[in-house]
């Protein structure tokens, strides 16, 4: 964009690369009456083409300069609207009960210094079909991380429990303008449905967190505030004890955990 002066504080790296453009938006599996909430358009790179589905588009756009640009876009696009407001402030919940849809999707190009806050907000706030998202490589590969790897953490946990995560594609930082310094991937969230949920969601959040609080310790040091005993007595069945660490647990073995305490 000419004369436009980007701001990293606000992660502007803004997509040129048509071919990604094409993956993510092809990546995106439609049901009828959609919602596809966009966090970020930027100068509208990904707007202009989520417009030519069948969908009503949101997008949220923090900075009110690139309101020409995107207020053009939604004059000439139905069924498109602009909200110029942090997402992160937004009260999502509230926000879709305004909204008549039967399916929603976020797809972005991230801002990749709030990447876990948008999520985490989505996941709490929400229960989307599918998310379809640009995030830093490394962050897409804790996402996706398997038990027993280094890039194993709470965070892969929680999520793989809401979603099948599944890889679209490495973007290299050249198809970045501005050009960021790491390499960036797309990555689908798909809800998984009929999944198998804990009696209490909120414990099972909570223990996952307590479980890896101090990467390097095992879950008798992390967990000295539960009834270890219990925990002991579940993890047998597993071929698992006290010393184990949170790292090798997998999403099964948690539910149980916290569904015997
Ligand atoms: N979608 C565009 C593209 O792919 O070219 C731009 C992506 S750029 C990585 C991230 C965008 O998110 C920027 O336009 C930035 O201004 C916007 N943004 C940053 N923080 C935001 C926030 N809290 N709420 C909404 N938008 C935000």
Do not use: H
């Not at 599996?29 to 358009?41: F, Q, R, T, Y």
């Not at 939604?74 to 942090?86: F, M, T, V």
């Amino acid at each position: 964009m000419k004369n436009f002066e980007y701001k990293k504080s606000l992660g502007q790296n803004f997509l040129i690369d048509q071919n990604i453009i094409n993956k993510i938006i092809n990546s995106i599996d439609l049901k009828e009456e959609s919602l596809i909430i966009e966090i970020g358009p930027g100068s509208g790179a990904l707007t202009r083409e989520l417009v030519k589905l069948n969908a009503n588009i949101i997008s949220f756009e923090i900075d009110t300069r690139l309101r020409d640009e995107l207020d053009n876009l939604s004059n000439d696009n139905s069924n498109l609207e602009i909200i110029y407001q942090d997402f992160l402030k937004l009260n999502l919940k509230e926000f879709l009960k305004s909204r008549k849809y039967k399916n929603l999707y976020f797809v972005a190009n991230l801002p990749y210094y709030i990447t876990t806050a948008i999520i985490n907000k989505i996941t709490e706030e929400s229960d989307p079909n599918e998310m379809i998202l640009m995030v830093q490589k490394e962050v897409a590969e804790r996402f996706s991380a398997n038990p027993n790897t280094k890039d194993y953490s709470s965070i892969s946990v929680f999520l793989q429990y809401n979603y099948d995560i599944s890889k679209v594609t490495l973007v290299s930082k050249n198809c970045f303008f501005p050009k960021p310094k790491v390499d960036s991937m797309v990555i689908k969230f798909k809800s998984i449905e009929n999944r198998i949920r804990p009696d209490d969601e909120e414990k099972f959040y909570k223990l996952i967190k307590d479980a890896f609080k101090f990467k390097r310790k095992n879950l008798r040091n992390n967990l000295k505030e539960y009834n270890i005993d219990k925990i002991n007595d579940i993890l047998k069945k597993y071929d698992k004890d006290l010393t184990t660490r949170a790292e090798s647990l997998t999403v099964k073995e948690f539910i149980d955990i916290s569904n015997n305490l």
